[in-house]
């Protein structure tokens, strides 16, 4: 599985931005998806999950209510809607891939991950 993560940008404080993760391959329903972000001198963190269905999802404590993953298994592209950002939501953001059917929150658990996209907040 190959993925390729876009979307990222600047934006102030209060904004949103939507960040779309391609997969390659035919099985990408099958796959778990996980959105991770790491910031200077911090260690890398999920962000969001979803399971293979969609049915299923998972947050960080600091982004529920703000952020929204979602994914399209016709277009194999997984989404991750973020609202209200603030500057602490500063990060390289990654998407992942979990080739099983439960959500972990462990990113040695994904065995796929994009380049990732770089989102930053200003105050």
């Known amino acids: 599985v190959q993925l390729q993560a876009y979307g990222g940008g600047l934006v102030q404080a209060g904004g949103s931005l939507r960040l779309s993760c391609a997969a390659s391959g035919r099985t990408f329903s099958s796959y778990v998806m996980g959105w991770f972000r790491q910031a200077p001198g911090k260690e890398r963190e999920l962000v969001a999950a979803i399971s293979g269905s969609g049915r299923s999802t998972n947050y960080a404590d600091s982004v529920k209510g703000r952020f929204t993953i979602s994914r399209d298994n016709a277009k194999n592209t997984v989404y991750l809607q973020m609202n209200s950002l603030k500057p602490e939501d500063t990060a390289q953001y990654y998407c992942?891939?979990?080739?099983?059917?439960?959500?972990?929150?462990?990113?040695?658990?994904?065995?796929?991950w994009g380049q990732g996209t770089q989102v930053t907040v200003s105050s």
């Open positions: 992942a891939a979990r080739p099983f059917m439960s959500i972990t929150t462990t990113e040695n658990d994904y065995d796929y």
